[in-house]
């Protein structure tokens, strides 16, 4: 390697790269035929079943479950009926729905021209 600096301060790199050593001729293995190799030496895999689990829900739980996917329509129904759960919820929900009309009240702001 060869350095040159001159008087403007740029430096000048030249390199000398000797090529006589020749490339010999390569073999190479084609990519199919790995993967063909790799595939004949895996073991054969085979789908594992998979466990089930069965539960067994309690009365109190079914019961549970009924009220949580119950329709409005129906709790007003079963409310109607006498069923106290139903009137609470009614009673709550009617509380909430208050509350977010009272809310809304006091952040709506009214202009007067």
């Not at 020749?22 to 073991?43: D, L, M, N, W, Y």
């Not at 594992?48 to 129904?77: F, N």
């Not at 009617?94 to 977010?100: G, I, P, Q, R, T």
Request: hydrophobic share 40%; charged share 25%.
């Amino acid at each position: 390697m060869l350095i040159n600096r001159g008087p403007s301060a740029v430096t000048k790199v030249k390199e000398i790269v000797d090529m006589s050593d020749s490339v010999g001729s390569v073999t190479q293995i084609q990519a199919t035929e790995r993967v063909a190799e790799a595939r004949a030496k895996a073991p054969e895999s085979r789908p594992q079943p998979v466990p089930i689990d069965e539960v067994q829900l309690s009365s109190a739980a079914q019961a549970a479950l009924r009220e949580t996917v119950e329709t409005p329509a129906q709790t007003a129904k079963e409310a109607g009926s006498g069923d106290m759960q139903a009137k609470r919820l009614l009673a709550k929900q009617e509380a909430a729905k208050e509350a977010a009309a009272q809310e809304e009240a006091r952040n709506t702001k009214h202009v007067v021209a």
